[in-house]
């Protein structure tokens, strides 16, 4: 996002991205409000285990420190088959930490 919200911080990423798509992966600390905006500006849905999604796995979190990565984290997506590309973060329980990963092929 442009400017970063404010409440965002101790950003560190890596571009992952292998052959002809582009994977970005990014980890921050935020203020559950920084969380909030993120969310609506970008249109995040919440994502239901129930649903079926083509974009949603682990994020590679080991190309990330000092994440204290589990399976709890709420998710929140937004994807297009149509134009290939995903958004999706990952928010700890604390609501403090988000992992973010940006897919375009």
Same mark, same amino acid.
Not at 80 to 95: L, Y
């Given at each position: ?18 052959? &002809? ?5 990014? *980890?921050?600390? *935020? ?8 969310? *609506? /500006?970008?249109?995040?849905?919440? $994502?239901?285990?129930?649903? *079926?999604?083509? $974009? ?5 979190? $080991? ?7 589990? !399976?709890?984290?709420?998710? $929140?997506? /937004?994807?297009? !088959?149509? /134009? ?15 992992? &973010? !990963? &940006?897919?375009?092929?």
């Amino acid at each position: 996002m442009d400017p970063i919200p404010y409440g965002v911080s101790n950003i560190q990423g890596h571009d992952i991205s292998g052959g &002809f798509d582009m994977e970005i992966l990014l *980890a921050f600390n *935020a203020t559950p409000e920084a969380i909030d905006e993120i969310i *609506a /500006k970008n249109e995040l849905k919440l $994502y239901k285990e129930d649903e *079926a999604s083509y $974009y949603i796995g682990d994020p590679n979190i $080991y190309y990330l420190q000092n994440v204290n990565w589990s !399976r709890s984290w709420t998710i $929140y997506e /937004k994807s297009s !088959r149509e /134009k290939v590309h995903s958004m999706t973060i990952w928010v700890n329980p604390q609501k403090d930490t988000v992992v &973010f !990963r &940006f897919i375009s092929g």
